[in-house]
Structure formats: structure tokens, C-alpha cells
């Protein structure tokens, strides 16, 4: 009796903990590229990343196991020189869609400029608000962003908070001396990538997240016509960001992620639903446009 009320406090003080983990993220290292380096570094790597990744409170928020965030991280290594590393994050998540067995991809990216110096055992520190080094701030800053944007899926401006967070990750590390978070680098960077979804100019993309996932495809598993037409609805948000800037990187990272399931989901649609989606989205996906087309030759 004394063991199961030892065993019951103990599940009791750390039962907090475990709610309060946000990411189940699968790391992965692709070491392909380069030759000549101590594996074990590598493996304490992967290991350093998943932890950091899937033991760290990120938010206040406490998640059950199966509301945990899907993602994959992927770092191809083109150089290890030392303790220096050089390479791209390949980065995919997902959300689970309500009354369905399915997972819908909100964001798939490469960051292509990722550096950073890991040792073997190297302790994994981040405090908000200041710089330690570049492998915390870039997990940290992917973390922040799958969090506002996953958030942004389930309420309107509902990630504002973890956009926030992800900005001052940038703001600190403007003096870091590496790429990828100062805005006169590229306009298809960190940096940029969070200050458009802050962007009130650009608030339909995020409006479109809300729409098209909570309003829409959590619906289709209920009652599919009325799902879909609100999806359709909400491509019109797309083309409103597109008519403003129709280059811009947060609109193209969405469709990169959105681009095969609007195909999927309008296969199925009614001859004038699928006309509406192509008009919508031969523009706004241009370089695209003769996929969008197959669903017109699909019943």
C-alpha cells in the first residue's frame, strides 16, 4: 500500500510535466553529403535535438499525449568542419483533423541556411528574451512557429502570442554574426517568415489557417459539402494576399503545404466548386495551374 501511494504521488507531481509537452518531433540526420567525422557526435546530436525538442515546455498550455503536435525535422549535413556544422532543416508538420483518421500538413519547409558549433554532451540552454547559440535559437524559433501556426488552425489569431515569442528568438539573435535572421539578407528568410505572419497587411493568410482547417476540414468528417464550401470560401483569402503581394514567402509556404490536399479535397467537388477553385488557384499557384486542372477530369 505505502509503494502504491509512493508510485501515486510520484505520477501525481510529474503528471504536469508530461501534459505539458507540446511536440512529438521525429529528428532525423542525413550525414550523406559528408565523410571523415565522428558519428558518436552525431548521434549525441540527434539526441540533444529530439530532447530539446519534446521534453521543453514551450507553452502554458497543457496538451494530452494525443493532442501533441506531429512534426519532422530533418537536417541534412553538407559540412562538419570541428564542432561547426553547415547544412538545411527539412521541416514538416501536421495537424489531426476532428472525427478523422488523418493528419493535415500545415507547413512543409527548407531553411537552407542553417550553421551552428555542437560538441559531444553539449548542454542545450535557451532563455527567451537573450542569445545563447545558434542550434537552441534555431530550434527554439521552428518550435514557436509550428506552435502560432498550429494554433492559428484552431482559433482566429490564436498563434499571436508564439509568433511573438518566435520574433524576439530573431530580435536576439540579429548580432549572432550567422544567416538567416536580419531582414536585408533575403526576403525569404527567419526573419521574414515570422514578421509576415505578424503582418497585419497579410492577416488573411492567417485567417485563412483558421478557416479552411477549423471551419472547414474539421467539418467534412460531419457533413462534406459543407466543409468544402467553406474551404472554397477561404481560398479567396489567398488571393487577396496574392492581389498585395504576390510574391510573398508566408503565401508560398502555405501552398507548398496546402497544395496536394485542396487537389485531393476538390476531386470529389461539383463541376462548379471545381471551377471556382481553378480560377482561384491558377492564379495564385500559377506555376502550378495544370495540377489544379486534374480534377477536372476526375468524377
Known sequence: ?????????????????????????????????????????????????????????????????????????????????????????????????????????????????????????????FSEGSYSDNLTSLLAFYSYMMLGIDFDSFAPDGGTAFYEKAMSVVQSAQNSGYTGWQAFESEKNRYYFVEQFLNKAYEPLRTFLYQYHRKGLDVMADNVTAGRKVILSSLSLLKNVYDKRPGLFDLQLILDAKRNEIINIFSKATPSEKNTMLRIMSEVDAPNGTRYREVLRQR
Open 1 to 125: 500500500m505505502k509503494k502504491a501511494g509512493l508510485f501515486l504521488l510520484l505520477f501525481m507531481a510529474f503528471l504536469p510535466a508530461l501534459l505539458a509537452q507540446e511536440f512529438n518531433c521525429k529528428v532525423q540526420i542525413n550525414t550523406q553529403q559528408v565523410q571523415g567525422f565522428d558519428r558518436s557526435v552525431v548521434s549525441d546530436l540527434k539526441t540533444a535535438m529530439t530532447e530539446f525538442m519534446n521534453n521543453r515546455k514551450w507553452s502554458n498550455y497543457n496538451f494530452a499525449p494525443e493532442e501533441r503536435i506531429e512534426c519532422t525535422l530533418l537536417f541534412t549535413v553538407s559540412q562538419i568542419k570541428s564542432d561547426e556544422f553547415k547544412g538545411t532543416f527539412s521541416i514538416i508538420m501536421q495537424r489531426p483533423v476532428y472525427h478523422a483518421n488523418y493528419q493535415s500538413p500545415l507547413l512543409n519547409m527548407i531553411d537552407k541556411n542553417i550553421q551552428f558549433k555542437y560538441q559531444s554532451s553539449q548542454t542545450m540552454n
